[in-house]
């Protein structure tokens, strides 16, 4: 999964055809990673450091709540590990997808305020994400999970979710000319045109469905894959920390 030179945006849509198989097989939390890698483009080796005490809870008043929004706080100053840009206590709010903060949530109970926010090792992140590309035929994206980085921005931009200054602060970009490096909108049109009509069909009936399916409120259906090749992935042993 060694990434290319030129690193192009993974689509949302074959994201979330790799999220629905990943979970279909028994991976739901492996999904539920690199979707929240995409929506916050969090440098990938930053989010496999993120500790529990990190993510920040809605914030209530009594019985009310007074903001709604979750959110984490990537390289907190009391750890005294900068950013890549020399950076301390970068705020991502999960504004647009405040249904990713309550999943995160799970994964902290009976756990320790220092203890990895994901209980498996990355190892393990990498190899699921590149048999999933595999059995979907997305290696064509040449995919890597700084592509997400790169997808997360690029498809807020060609939405229009996001306006240029909402991107460039959610991804804790200090020049503009790094965000112009990240946001690709034509780069990811050609990449989803690159992508076969059956898996981004899967990837169009999964993506409505993901908070429930992550959530563990109902299967993901059937992906476009072999049982045998499913059965197969399904017998991956994830490693965990």
């Not at 950076?87 to 009976?110: V, Y």
């Amino acid at each position: 999964m060694a990434p290319e030179a030129e690193r192009l945006p993974f689509p949302w849509l074959a994201l979330a055809a790799v999220a629905g198989l990943l979970a279909h097989v028994g991976f739901a939390q492996v999904s539920l990673n690199l979707v929240t890698q995409f929506k916050t483009y969090i440098r990938p080796g930053v989010c496999d450091m993120i500790r529990i005490k990190q993510l920040v809870w809605p914030t209530t008043q009594g019985a009310h709540q007074v903001y709604q929004w979750w959110g984490l706080v990537l390289h907190p100053a009391e750890d005294q590990v900068p950013s890549k840009t020399g950076r301390f206590d970068d705020a991502i709010w999960m504004d647009l997808d405040s249904w990713i903060g309550p999943l995160l949530a799970k994964l902290t109970h009976h756990r320790l305020p220092h203890s990895f926010l994901w209980p498996f090792a990355p190892r393990g992140i990498i190899h699921l994400f590149r048999e999933a590309c595999k059995l979907l035929h997305l290696l064509v994206l040449r995919p890597c999970r700084h592509a997400l980085r790169h997808g997360g921005a690029s498809d807020d931009l060609i939405t229009k979710r996001r306006t240029l200054g909402e991107v460039k602060r959610m991804g804790c970009w200090a020049s503009d000319a790094s965000l112009v490096r990240y946001g690709k909108e034509t780069a990811l049109l050609q990449q989803l045109n690159k992508v076969k009509p059956e898996v981004l069909d899967y990837g169009a009936r999964v993506a409505p469905l993901l908070p429930m399916i992550l959530n563990g409120e109902m299967p993901a259906p059937l992906p476009p894959v072999s049982r045998q090749a499913l059965e197969k992935l399904a017998q991956f042993t994830l490693p965990m920390r």
